[in-house]
């Protein structure tokens, strides 16, 4: 199948600071791709939808100036966590969309875990 | 997408068929079943998805009931690494013109294969 990475895969920073997690599709093209975020013991709540080259699609409930989305290019996705706070703590997880690809299209990361103190 | 219904959790022992099941009674004519498994603290990886006949390939088998309100996901000689969060997920074709290509987690059920 295809490989999507995510860096870091871990970071651990002061509350109020902002930090840049990179999702990237390696050996395709990716139009469409996902961020969700888990909480402990809980399922993926998807965040928002980008596709290349557009504004990212928030869902419900999601804060679109404290999670700033940027799809500038076909194989890379950067969200941004601004001014993180402790509550913001979570496992963040990027897929992206194979659009070459019919039913099993979508790939999942392998997840960024970001811890706020 | 049609909601679907999964134990919490069940075991294994190692080396036997894991059978998992779900049920999504409201599911409509062109949603699709999926399913995925989550590893601790790794990404989601799919495993097989069907419409209405069952199917197999290299990782499991999927039974899908005929009047598709239910399905089984058969994991024929669990191992250890088989230890994960199982979700089933029914979503419309994605090329449909009516669905999105979006995946809406459960909770789905947690798997512990046991030695």
């Known amino acids: 199948g295809a490989v999507v990475s995510q860096h870091p895969s871990r970071v651990i920073c002061k509350s109020g600071t902002s930090v840049k997690i990179e999702c990237r599709s390696l050996?395709?093209?990716?139009?469409?791709m996902f961020w969700y975020r888990q909480f402990p013991k809980q399922s993926l709540m998807l965040m928002a939808t980008?596709?290349?080259?557009?504004?990212?699609?928030?869902e419900q409930g999601v804060e679109k100036d404290k999670f700033l989305i940027n799809h500038a290019s076909l194989t890379l996705s950067t969200l941004t966590v601004t001014s993180a706070h402790p509550e913001d703590s979570s496992f963040y997880i990027c897929?992206?969309?194979?659009?070459?690809?019919?039913?099993?299209?979508?790939?999942f990361g392998p997840g960024t875990r970001l811890t706020v103190l | 997408d049609a909601k679907t219904t999964q134990p919490t959790s069940m075991d294994c022992a190692e080396g036997r068929a894991a059978n998992l099941p779900c049920n999504h009674s409201?599911?409509?004519?062109?949603?699709?079943v999926y399913w995925y498994r989550q590893i601790h603290s790794q990404g989601p990886q799919y495993i097989i998805h069907?419409?209405?006949n069952n199917e197999t390939n290299e990782m499991a088998s999927l039974i899908i009931t005929e009047d598709r309100k239910s399905s089984t996901l058969i994991l024929p000689h669990a191992t250890l690494r088989d230890t994960a969060v199982y979700y089933c997920?029914?979503?419309?074709?994605?090329?449909?013109?009516?669905?999105?290509?979006?995946?809406?987690f459960g909770k789905g059920t947690k798997l512990s294969v046991i030695p």
């Open positions: 897929s992206a969309r194979d659009p070459s690809r019919t039913y099993n299209e979508q790939f």
């Open positions: 050996d395709f093209q990716a139009t469409t």
């Open positions: 980008s596709n290349e080259g557009s504004k990212a699609t928030y």
């Open positions: 409201t599911i409509s004519g062109n949603e699709y």
């Open positions: 069907g419409l209405k």
């Open positions: 997920i029914v979503r419309v074709f994605p090329y449909s013109g009516a669905g999105s290509y979006q995946l809406t």
